[in-house]
């Protein structure tokens, strides 16, 4: 990346596919306004430079609003090490990436004006005698900060369902516009979605946000073993109408795909095009 300093760039989509590469000068750029940083593979053999480039490259963006991180095997306090400017991050976006409240405590002066934020599979991974260890790291704190911080979030991405913590935040504020849950069971847990903790969360969207939704996604994984969680019992059938003003209504699954959740989904949509429109 040598002499890329000297172009005015305004953002920046690094995507890593291989495991051998040479090391990134992210840090021979400046002044950027969005970071993306894709890390497509599970290793890669330079990790801790990967990520201080990152964090030198963060230092010498004041105006930084955006920074998306899909990448294994990261920490989100090492990305504000460097730097003593206070950003005013407006989106962040976080996927593998291990983050703990602490560490969003700790960096709350770059979060105030936050409006958009993404969090998925945050989990702290580890080796030990008898390998590699994947241990799911509890979201709900993280919710409670930003409620106690009076952050209003537009848009928010989660795999965090499992939660009430969400649920409360949801209820602490109105005005959100994009909501995408990635549904089913949490990355290395044992648990299955709990259908309260996901009708609570509905109805804390129709009780504060049902005027300003406008995009609402459902996202599935499911495996061979398992049929696909889709959260359409009658009791959430019946809160959708309050969501007058949505334009985008989106259900997605991957993986193992049965006969019978094709079906459900397929009649679900219907139920809620025909009660939408009445």
């Keep these: 990346m040598k002499g890329l300093s000297s172009i005015p760039f305004q953002d920046i989509h690094v995507v890593i596919s291989q495991r051998d590469i040479p090391l990134l000068r992210l840090s021979a750029l400046s002044n950027l306004q969005r970071i993306c940083l894709e890390w497509k593979r599970p290793y890669y053999s330079r990790s801790t430079e990967l990520s201080s480039e990152l964090d030198e490259l963060i230092g010498r963006c004041p105006d930084l609003s955006s920074l998306e991180i899909d990448a294994r095997w990261m920490h989100f306090p090492r990305f504000f090490r460097s730097t003593a400017t206070h950003h005013s991050l407006q989106q962040l976006s976080l996927v593998e990436v291990e983050v703990h409240p602490e560490h969003i405590t700790q960096n709350l002066h770059h979060l105030q004006h936050l409006k958009t934020?993404?969090?998925?599979?945050?989990?702290?991974?580890?080796?030990?005698?008898?390998?590699?260890?994947?241990k799911n790291i509890s979201n709900g704190q993280i919710w409670s900060i930003f409620e106690k911080q009076n952050i209003k979030l537009k848009g928010i991405i989660t795999d965090s369902v499992h939660d009430h913590s969400l649920s409360s935040y949801l209820s602490s504020y109105q005005g959100l516009e994009c909501l995408t849950l990635y549904l089913g069971k949490p990355l290395a847990a044992l648990v299955e979605p709990d259908r309260l903790l996901l009708f609570r969360l509905f109805t804390a969207l129709a009780s504060h946000h049902a005027d300003s939704l406008f995009e609402l996604d459902l996202l599935a994984e499911t495996s061979a073993e398992e049929e696909a969680f889709w959260p359409f019992q009658e009791e959430i059938l019946d809160i959708?109408?309050?969501?007058?003003?949505l334009r985008g209504f989106g259900v997605t699954e991957w993986g193992a795909t049965s006969f019978q959740s094709v079906a459900a989904v397929q009649e679900s949509i219907v139920s809620y095009h025909t009660i939408s429109t009445c």
């Design 117 to 134: 934020f993404g969090l998925r599979r945050n989990v702290l991974q580890f080796g030990s005698d008898s390998g590699r260890i994947t």
């Design 240 to 245: 959708l109408p309050a969501f007058t003003n």
